[in-house]
């Protein structure tokens, strides 16, 4: 037994693995969740998702859990792309070429996402289909809206955006009221598709206690942010009520591989496929290509670099 763990505390870590291993790629909050729901942890309160993060980090410092099955995309690094030679960028240039598979296709996809934090566990699904992701983080900037209008307009393409989100006041003033609006503001004439969390999650999300009752919501952001001067009401709220009612969810507590699949089946569903296999036998013999160009690149250049 490693030293300074309980068989507890262990046979938590060996649950928190055989998650991941179904789930994988996935935050540590989804893992949290996947744990509440086995009953494993008593809430989703700060105190449990601690226990769930620190643990997460000490297995895998021990090499227990794969680093790469945990995502955070809160802090990723941002670098200038170089090489440490040629042939690492003859490599490269080989290895991550790729035709833009959309520039035949009547649409143009796009994944917007409330939160940050679905892009690695998304990535699988982005990467292989070639989808931008914007998280917008909240009710997203004047700026990235109306650039997302003005791109539209300059597009032959219709543009649609699958969006992804929690349900509350917030996540659905988002996509049912403040986007949609701003976009036609700005000219814009973009299919905004609500993926998740949808009306259709809540029944089952609420048998596996994962709702939870807006206004005890707003209460504990009050008792977190005590303003004395501010009642602290969501203005959202009222709307939100009156239209959906007072269940809420979060957008972590859905499964990752159903939203994977969610957005894959979304996605398949808009491709033209004759025009996607065409663009990838392109691809394949523009590879070639490449390959050649690049190899007879290398086979010119011999002796050290001069100036």
């Known amino acids: 037994m ?59 410092e021990q090499g227990i859990i794969p680093w790469e099955w945990i995502v955070d995309e809160a802090r ?9 030679d040629v042939d690492q960028c003859i ?35 982005l990467d292989e ?22 791109l539209e307009q300059h597009d032959r393409r219709t543009w649609v955006i699958l969006y992804v989100g929690d349900w509350d006041p917030s996540g659905m003033d988002m996509s049912e009221r403040d986007l949609p609006q701003r976009l036609a503001r700005y000219g814009g004439e973009i299919v905004l598709k609500r993926l998740a969390i949808t009306a259709d999650d809540l029944p089952s999300m609420s048998r596996l206690e994962l709702t939870f009752d807006t206004r005890e919501k707003e209460e504990e952001a009050r008792r977190k ?8 009401q969501d203005s959202r709220r009222p ?12 957008l972590d507590a ?18 033209d496929r004759q025009a996607w296999d065409k663009m990838r036998a392109i691809e394949a013999v523009e590879c070639n290509s490449l390959k ?4 007879a690149w290398r086979k010119s250049m011999s002796g050290p670099a001069t100036i």
């Open 91 to 125: 490599r490269y240039t080989q290895e991550d070429y790729r035709r833009d598979y959309w520039l035949d296709q009547r649409l143009r996809v796009a994944v917007w996402s409330e939160k940050g934090t679905v892009r690695g566990t998304l990535d699988p699904v």
């Open 2 to 60: 490693p030293r300074g763990k309980t068989q507890e505390i262990l046979d938590f870590i060996n649950a928190c693995y055989d998650i991941l291993a179904e789930i994988q790629p996935a935050s540590v909050r989804a893992v949290a969740y996947q744990l509440f729901v086995r009953k494993l942890i008593p809430s989703m309160a700060k105190t449990c998702t601690n226990k769930v993060s620190t643990q997460l980090v000490y297995a895998r």
């Open 129 to 150: 289909y070639q989808i931008p992701f914007l998280a917008i983080h909240g009710h997203n900037s004047a700026t990235k809206t109306h650039e997302a209008a003005w």
């Open 225 to 232: 942010h005590e303003n004395p001067g501010k009642k602290g």
């Open 76 to 84: 990723e690094e941002e670098r200038v792309l170089v090489w440490d």
């Open 292 to 295: 050649e160009i690049l190899g």
């Open 239 to 250: 709307w939100f009520e009156a239209r959906y009612g007072r269940r809420c969810c979060e």
């Open 254 to 271: 859905m499964n990752p591989n159903q939203l994977r699949t969610r957005v894959r089946g979304a996605i398949e569903g808009l491709i």
